[in-house]
Structure formats: structure tokens, C-alpha cells
């Protein structure tokens, strides 16, 4: 599998323990997490933890890059997980929480659940209670030493000006229903 990230912007009403509440889940066909991004109850008593989750086929033997005490509501708040082929990452409002090493991941096609997961029997689960926004996979870690900043530095990439800008976004305007958000 090549490297990749998962980007998001969530904002939690309740964070109640002790339920799971998941924001992004990718499952494999064995019914299990490829990777996920969830609050767990992850320390014995404890308030619910951001936990980023890089899994093998079954993910007992994954790995869990746990940023804990983030438990934070009412407030937008970035979270981003990355996986470079050798390391997950966690990273809240552009600052790294923790980091794992892990080698291997298993991707085989399965759905890309957001707001809950879903159980091998088809049932959903796991609801989170709050809101999300602008989630985003990218097939590249989000890094200083990452492919996409290697073309920045070469200059071969160019933000947009600010007309190129507002003329692509009047472009997709027009073809954005009205009772679609951009």
C-alpha cells in the first residue's frame, strides 16, 4: 500500500463515555478496520480518546496512534492521521500528538463509512454525536518530506492567484445545486 492520508474537521456535542464514537472508519470485506479515526475509551476510566487506527488484515495485531485527553466539545477542531509506509501519525490543529511505527497495511476496496462504522452483519454503529466537515483521503502523507512538498520546493507547484481562484470557484458555483454548500 502506498502512503496516505485522512484529514478532517470535527466539532463533538457529547463525549460521554463509555461508547465508541467513530468520525471515519475504512473497512475491509473481513469485516474489520483498514483505518480509522474514533474516540475510545482508551485508558481504563477514563474520558473518551482521539485514537488513529492503522490496522493489519484483523487488526489485533495493528497498530494505534493514541492522542489522548482531546476530548474537547463545541469547538471545530482539525484532526489529520497519516501513514507514510513505515509510521502513523496523528496531528490536532497541525501539531503531532503521537506517532507509531508500522509497516504494513491492508486495503481491499471495502467502504468508507463517516460519522459511524459498520459491523459484518451490515448493522451501523458507533454514531458520532457531533458534526464533521471537509473530510479529505489524500494517496500521499501530508509532510514536510512528502512528494507534494518535494514539487513545492522544485517549483514545479503554483497556488492559484487570487483570480485564477475566484474564477474557478465562480466555475463550480455554477454547476453546485443550490442546497449544496462550497
Sequence with gaps: AQPFSVALWYRALDLTPPAQQVLMAQATTAGSVAYQLSFEPWQAGGALDLVWKVCESDC????FAVAADLATTDQWILAVGTWDGTTTRIYIDA???ASQDKAMIVFDGSPLMIGADWES???IEDSFNGAIDELKIYSTQLLPNAELYEVYQRGEYRPYDEAELLELIMDCKEMVPEYCRI
Excluded: A, K
Design 60 to 63: 489485533q495485531s495493528g497498530m
Design 121 to 123: 452483519g451490515g448493522s
Design 95 to 97: 501539531q503531532e500528538i
